[in-house]
């Protein structure tokens, strides 16, 4: 499937997991993902466990936030004493809240580990806007060496383990800490030597040139007299307004002439096909219906919210149905 | 040929092509300083903002408006970062950066999945140290980048986002202050010195040992405890002005400058000194435990870096 239609899939999924604290809607896109995630996973990617990330995150945030918001009409048992933050109710609402932020929070992980599963580092690089190839470079590898630290500290924490450590405080993280640095440190440095074998930064200059810096700097100081215009002279306001406007066209310029010293190629070109439409088409219906259809009032809203009294969440079919839309790239593989 | 480690600089700049100028470093500073001093000039905008709009007879208040505001924020932090990788990355840098702010997302994440106590995070432990080794515009970068990504790890985008940018890469940024001092030890006998010196610790030394380092490590404790103070403070004023409240300590159109400083002073020891007290100790205590050993190993890797097979 194309990279941008990854993109599209997960930041889409993402959005309406962060624009909901309703259960339900949640429970079904987190179990998407992970169908997606298994089915794009290949034996040799392995990846964080969900699961094993679920059962830490829900329990911990449904606990932090009884005990540090008091808030709701069921109340458990009240925590006595002046201690800021703890001291207080701790009710029903505020756990089933923290519970739904830990679940919110399990499904962006989700659609976030399958975006990284399934686009290739080289892939996000060719996203960047061409001027920023350096630090999309440097974003591609962070983003997909993310989910590899977590599995690296796991990797480390066991083999700790077996040696008899045990994190009792701050302290014992160290010896955690250490290999988990040294050993990505190491990787980064192969890294570095595979970029350069292949001819990285071999053909051209990194560096921006005097006229891009030139540029920049008169793009920044138009703006920023465009904008004390503006604010400190009577009647200054569209002057201040086409000098903003020129040096945003500065910029740009300075940014199309770094774009320049950077030329990137491909050897294989990615090509759409009439299933990578579809699934456009798909999954851009679902984000603007259950995003922005309920603002205008022609479809049921996603909102949901255990306080003040906590009540059991709705649920609309159709809602549902457009949600097994992201769903959509099981069809691409088959 | 004799494998030799050389002096070479820890930026490489490849020559710039025909018909095109090698970059400045005093442009650098100059596009650096201006981008800076927009973004401090957006942050600082509540107190001064209002009562200029008044003057200018309405339309200047359009230019206070947090969308105009977040994309004069998002201009700069283009052009800075423009101008920072244009300096600063080679293939190696790439490599490093971007396994450290994965580091720094995961420790993100861990936060986000299990707060510490008020403002503590773990993230700024390795912005700091980053821009102590490898200067201020890798500093820069290792800030901003972070948040970046951690963002997108986490979920935590929104209009925010830039702020959080920029706050973290002067972080990082100001912490270069401390790779630009003279090295403690000088190390005779070697070729490769210089570039890399580090003013706290030295990767020859096991630990700190006379009273220059431990004043210097001290140093790089209050810088870290002060940045736990001014993230917060740099941070809360994206959203004071929409926040209603006391009116003791909210922000109200057509403040005088230093109404406005008092009030917002006000406000931040009511509603946020304790909890960046937090995130100032949580600095500490990290640096203090696992500072020096981390430094060490930036420092080894900012050695092999460097290391070049002579002719």
Avoid at chain 2, 239 to 248: K, M, Q, R
């Amino acid at each position: 499937m194309p990279t941008l239609l990854w993109f599209l899939w997960s930041f889409g999924l993402m959005a309406i997991a962060l624009s909901t604290r309703n259960p339900l809607y949640l429970v079904l896109l987190l179990l998407v993902a992970c169908i997606v995630r298994e089915a794009v996973r290949t034996p040799s990617q392995r990846g964080i466990s969900i699961l094993r990330f679920a059962l830490i995150a829900i329990p911990l945030s449904a606990i932090f936030n009884a005990i540090s918001v008091h808030f709701g009409d069921t109340v458990l048992f009240v925590v006595p004493g002046d201690l800021p933050v703890f001291s207080g109710p701790v009710t029903l609402e505020a756990l089933a809240y923290g519970a739904i932020n830990g679940l919110m929070l399990t499904t962006v992980l989700a659609a976030f580990s399958t975006l990284s599963l399934a686009v290739a580092p080289r892939e996000w690089m060719r996203l960047a806007p061409r001027a920023y190839q350096s630090v999309g470079l440097t974003m591609s590898i962070a983003m997909g060496f993310a989910p590899q630290v977590m599995a690296r500290l796991r990797e480390v924490r066991d083999a700790q383990a077996i040696r008899g450590h045990r994190v009792r405080g701050l302290r014992d993280w160290l010896p955690l800490w250490m290999p988990l640095l040294t050993g990505s440190l190491e990787q980064s440095m192969q890294m570095s030597e595979a970029m350069v074998a292949r001819g990285y930064g071999a053909t051209h200059s990194q560096a921006t040139s005097a006229r891009a810096q030139g540029l920049l700097l008169a793009g920044l100081a138009l703006g920023l007299l465009g904008w004390v215009m503006q604010l400190l002279v009577v009647n200054g306001w569209w002057l201040g307004t086409g000098l903003l406007v020129a040096g945003g066209v500065l910029l740009f310029a300075a940014m199309r002439l770094s774009a320049g010293n950077a030329p990137h190629t491909a050897y294989r070109q990615q090509r759409w096909q009439a299933r990578d439409v579809v699934i456009a088409l798909m999954l851009t219906a679902t984000c603007t219906g259950v995003l922005i259809a309920p603002a205008l009032g022609i479809a049921p809203s996603l909102t949901y919210t255990p306080y003040p009294a906590l009540t059991a969440p709705s649920f609309d079919v159709w809602i549902g149905v457009a949600l097994l839309a992201f769903l959509a790239p099981l069809l691409r593989r088959g | 040929m004799i494998a030799t480690p050389v002096q070479t600089p820890a930026i490489q700049h490849t020559p710039a092509p025909p018909g095109q100028r090698a970059p400045t470093r005093v442009l650098s500073a100059l596009v650096f300083a201006l981008a800076s001093l927009i973004g401090v000039f957006a942050f600082i905008a509540p107190f001064f903002l209002p009562t200029i709009a008044q003057n200018t007879a309405g339309m200047g208040g359009q230019a206070y408006s947090p969308l105009f505001l977040v994309t004069l924020l998002l201009l700069s932090l283009g052009a800075l970062m423009l101008e920072a990788q244009g300096r600063a990355m080679n293939a190696k840098l790439i490599a490093l950066l971007g396994v450290l702010i994965a580091i720094n997302s995961a420790l993100r994440l861990a936060e986000t999945v299990l707060p510490g106590p008020g403002g503590f995070s773990p993230v700024f432990m390795l912005i700091i140290l980053t821009g102590c080794v490898f200067g201020a515009r890798v500093g820069f970068l290792m800030g901003a980048l972070s948040l970046l990504v951690s963002a997108f790890v986490t979920g935590g985008i929104g209009p925010w986002l830039p702020y959080q940018m920029f706050t973290a890469g002067w972080m990082g940024m100001t912490a270069g202050i401390f790779s630009s001092i003279p090295p403690l030890v000088p190390r005779s006998g070697t070729r490769i010195a210089g570039d890399f010196r580090l003013p706290i610790f030295d990767s020859s030394e096991s630990k700190i040992g006379n009273r220059k380092s431990k004043i210097r490590f001290g140093a790089l404790l209050a810088f870290a405890a002060a940045w736990g103070f001014l993230y917060g403070a740099i941070m809360n004023l994206w959203s004071w002005p929409f926040l209603a409240g006391d009116p003791a300590q909210s922000w109200q159109a057509g403040l005088s400058v230093a109404d406005g400083i008092k009030r917002y002073a006000v406000y931040y020891v009511a509603t946020s000194l304790w909890w960046d007290a937090f995130a100032a100790i949580g600095n500490v205590m990290l640096l203090a435990l696992f500072g020096l050993p981390t430094l060490k190993v930036l420092l080894r890797f900012k050695r092999k870096f460097l290391f070049e097979i002579g002719d």
